[in-house]
């Protein structure tokens, strides 16, 4: 030992923020159209190494109903279903596969107690089940501070769509939800990721036809063809979905789009556009550029969401005043600049929305002119108009 050992001056050790930051485990939602190859997907989690602590919950996650109102109760000692109604397997790989009957929430509760054994989450939803108030239950923000909302973070919403049937379900499927939306069109407007399975069945035309669709619905997600849900893990998992910005150089700028009318699209031919837009029973994207905005616009911008994603109407028209037919924001993203530099993301699912702000090295490589992309019903020429002039004024 040194004779100056005890005169050295101890370095100074750091330890605020991950001293006492909590690290969230990740949360994949998996949905997917009924007969897809969810199972398949997970079948293929479970058992093959890929060096993830992945714990898997199955199935009967899908009565959206019934996730509400345990969401509500969610800590309730009186919940009946909150015992004895799950079961955990630890398997060979590391992973940990958690089947439940009916209380999705309570066997999620009962997985975090077995926090540490596992680093991730995947949950399956049934086939019927819309990705979007799971989602928006599990989205980490203000609205979700406590409970499940300060151990998971959501990363992502994984569609499992079938190449053989996928299109035909989605031209002629339609809702009971009383918007007419079915839920295979609602799986595709709500997810990160697109996995469109059974390649192998289907013809190269009929391949790109079904893509087309998607791409139609949802123009920001990207879309990864598979057989028996032969995926790298990477494009699924990992994802961070809900906090950096989306990848949206891919679509085109529809600042001056026109309008091209299908058989199922009901607005009238004016307008004198050549364009993008198209729309399946009702549901179809909207996408508008963004230039670097100033405070006032950002404030105009925040308004404007609230306008439309909580009461369904551009501030133009009142709720009571004949407002589009039937706006119905599923899902909206965003990424754009303040005239500080300061880069911004927007992410809504239904109409729970955020706006925020990307750090020096997060924004590295963001151009700033930014984008803002809807995916809903109702999305027409007087709401592009509406957005662009909230954006420009
Ligand atoms: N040919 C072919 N068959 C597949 C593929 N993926 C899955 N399958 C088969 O399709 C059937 C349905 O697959 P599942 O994984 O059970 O589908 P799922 O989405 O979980 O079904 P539900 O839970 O009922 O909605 C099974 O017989 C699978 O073996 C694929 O890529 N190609």
Not at 158 to 186: N, P, Y
Not at 206 to 228: D, F, G, M, Y
Not at 292 to 297: F, G, I, N, Y
Not at 308 to 317: A, G, K
Request: proline letters at 5%; a negative charge.
């Amino acid at each position: 030992m040194p004779a100056d050992f005890d005169d050295e001056i101890p370095e100074l050790i750091e330890h605020d923020d991950v001293a006492t930051e909590v690290k969230r485990v990740p949360l994949t939602i998996i949905c997917g159209f009924l007969g897809a190859g969810k199972s398949t997907l997970l079948k293929r989690i479970l058992t093959e190494k890929h060096g993830y602590r992945i714990a898997v919950i199955m199935n009967e996650f899908g009565d959206t109903a019934d996730i509400e109102a345990k969401a509500i109760n969610i800590s309730s000692p009186d919940d009946p279903n909150a015992e004895g109604s799950e079961e955990f397997l630890e398997l060979a790989n590391g992973c940990l596969c958690c089947s439940i009957k009916d209380s999705g929430i309570a066997a999620i509760e009962k997985l975090m107690e077995k926090k540490g054994a596992f680093d991730y989450i995947i949950l399956e939803t049934t086939g019927l089940a819309d990705p979007g108030p799971i989602a928006s239950m599990f989205w980490h923000n203000e609205e979700f501070p406590s409970g499940l909302g300060s151990d998971i973070a959501l990363d992502g919403v994984v569609c499992v769509v079938d190449a053989l049937f996928g299109q035909k379900q989605m031209e002629e499927e339609h809702g009971t939800d009383g918007l007419g939306i079915g839920e295979s069109l609602r799986q595709i407007a709500g997810s990160d990721v697109i996995v469109l399975n059974k390649v192998d069945l289907v013809t190269a035309d009929q391949l790109s036809s079904t893509e087309a669709l998607i791409k139609r619905i949802n123009p920001i997600s990207p879309i990864h063809r598979t057989v028996k849900g032969e995926i790298e893990l990477h494009h699924i998992l990992d994802l961070n979905a809900y906090a950096k910005p989306p990848e949206l150089h891919e679509t085109s700028s529809t600042t001056n789009a026109s309008h091209i009318h299908t058989a199922d699209c009901d607005h009238p031919t004016d307008g004198p556009v050549k364009s993008t837009h198209y729309e399946l029973r009702g549901i179809s994207s909207l996408q508008v550029s963004c230039p670097v905005l100033t405070k006032a616009q950002l404030n105009s911008l925040d308004a404007w969401l609230r306008d439309v994603l909580w009461d369904n109407h551009i501030p133009e028209q009142t709720a009571t005043s004949g407002s589009p037919a039937e706006l119905n924001v599923l899902r909206c993203k965003g990424a754009f600049t303040t005239e500080d530099g300061v880069h911004h993301v927007l992410q809504a699912v239904r109409n729970i929305y955020e706006i925020s702000e990307l750090d020096a090295a997060q924004s590295l490589g963001i151009p700033d002119i930014g984008k803002i992309v809807l995916i809903g019903k109702g999305l027409d020429e007087p709401v592009r108009r509406s957005l662009e002039k909230v954006l420009t004024q």
